[in-house]
């Protein structure tokens, strides 16, 4: 059974600073691209990070960059998005992706990220 589970969003303060999960089941997980996206209140889905199987990383949308990192967990079929210097901006529905920005293959059902003093 093919499963996207995220956690760890919640409320932070501006400046502060969330790690959000997304654990992976029933795919091959280490051949695969991953990516983060997210639903902002009135705002259209837009993909702030993706990975590929080698590691490597992109952040398509500019106002994460140098603010949220991207990285995967093999052994655990686990993705992870560092999130620091958080905005009130940065509140929205955080989904992981199986695959590469703009891929709409398959999402978990979101993890809640609220940026609020």
């Known amino acids: 059974q093919v499963q996207l589970v995220e956690s760890g969003g919640g409320l932070a303060q501006p400046g502060g600073s969330l790690r959000l999960s997304c654990v992976a089941s029933g795919f091959p997980f280490s051949n695969l691209a991953w990516s983060w996206a997210r639903q902002r209140p009135g705002k259209e889905l837009e993909w702030v990070a993706g990975?590929?199987?080698?590691?490597?990383?992109?952040y398509p949308t500019v106002s994460v960059k140098g603010r949220f990192t991207i990285s995967r967990d093999n052994a655990n079929n686990t993705i992870y998005l560092q999130m620091n210097d958080l905005r009130r901006e940065d509140t929205g529905l955080y989904h992981c992706?199986?695959?590469?920005?703009?891929?709409?293959?398959?999402w978990g059902q979101g993890t809640r990220v609220t940026v609020s003093s």
């Open positions: 990975i590929y199987k080698d590691g490597s990383a992109i």
């Open positions: 992706i199986k695959g590469e920005p703009g891929s709409y293959d398959y």
